[in-house]
């Protein structure tokens, strides 16, 4: 992390913010401290890696979790549909057809599929929530788009 910019607060600053998001990151994976969380508790926190340095700049890795960003299925066509399907989420549940619709139409599935998803991916926001705070750290950096709920 630097400051783009030659003010000496500000590449203190980032100095600063870079050695807290470190120390936190680190204290979220088992491997560099040595906890035991189990692999369910950390499905939703992408794997800290540890930080490196590239000509004077360092920068902190992470393991790689998916080919996508939440914000890249936002800005794709139909980009919820693809994020379920990579969630494996289907139109229909396998035993358990009760979702309050008497009939489904494609509209109604479509609407299904996406209050499902919706579903889901709060509750691995919340998942990752809960694993957070067992660890002593608030997250405290949430945003929604409002825009494309």
Do not use: F
Not at 88 to 101: A, K, P, R, T
């Amino acid at each position: 992390a630097r400051a783009a910019t030659p003010n000496e607060r500000a590449k203190q600053n980032a100095a600063s913010y870079l050695e807290i998001e470190a120390y936190v990151n680190s204290k979220l994976c088992p491997i560099h401290n040595n906890t035991h969380h189990t692999t369910q508790q950390l499905q939703h926190v992408a794997p800290y890696l540890g930080e490196c340095q590239v000509n004077g700049t360092t920068y902190l890795l992470w393991e790689e979790s998916g080919e996508y960003t939440l914000e890249d299925y936002i800005e794709m066509d139909d980009g919820w549909v693809q994020l379920a399907d990579d969630l494996g989420l289907s139109i229909v549940d396998e035993g358990n057809y009760d979702y309050g619709l008497a009939e489904t139409t494609t509209g109604n599935d479509r609407q299904r599929l996406h209050n499902r998803l919706a579903a889901e991916v709060l509750r691995q926001i919340l998942e990752g929530q809960a694993y957070i705070h067992s660890c002593g750290i608030v997250h405290r950096d949430i945003k929604v788009n409002t825009q494309h709920i």
